[in-house]
Nanobody, 123 residues
């Protein structure tokens, strides 16, 4: 079992940056593939980025490539999402998630989810 708690959301102007963190409980964090997803009002949840258990591989949705960076610190049981050049359309609740599967390019199979953190980008 993994419990996930996101933090770092807030209000930022377009072009600004935010860094989201997701702290995980448990001793097996380093064995999980971690992902970030988001859900905007009235829209379905969508995949943003994923990182392999070791941190050696990452995968991004096309709409964040070059702007967002996912990373992890297995010693601190934490995964991060650095978001730069934010746009109003990035406004959403951002969720981190964990899965046992190793396919970082597959947005399915996430078993554990955090409660989400709100990101609002003003124009």
């Amino acid at each position: 079992q993994v419990q996930l708690v996101e933090s770092g959301g807030g209000l930022v102007q377009a072009g600004g940056s935010l860094r989201l963190s997701c702290a995980a409980s448990g001793r097996t964090f380093s064995t999980y593939t971690m992902g970030w997803f988001r859900q905007a009002p009235g829209k379905e949840r969508e995949f943003v980025a994923a990182i392999s258990s070791s941190g050696g591989s990452t995968y991004y949705a096309d709409f964040v490539k070059g702007r967002f960076t996912i990373s992890r610190d297995n010693a601190k049981n934490t995964v991060f999402l650095q978001m730069n050049s934010l746009k109003p359309e990035d406004t959403a609740v951002y969720y981190c998630a964990a899965k046992r599967g190793f396919r970082i390019d597959d947005s399915r199979g996430y078993d554990y989810w955090g409660q989400g953190t709100q990101v609002t980008v003003s124009s």
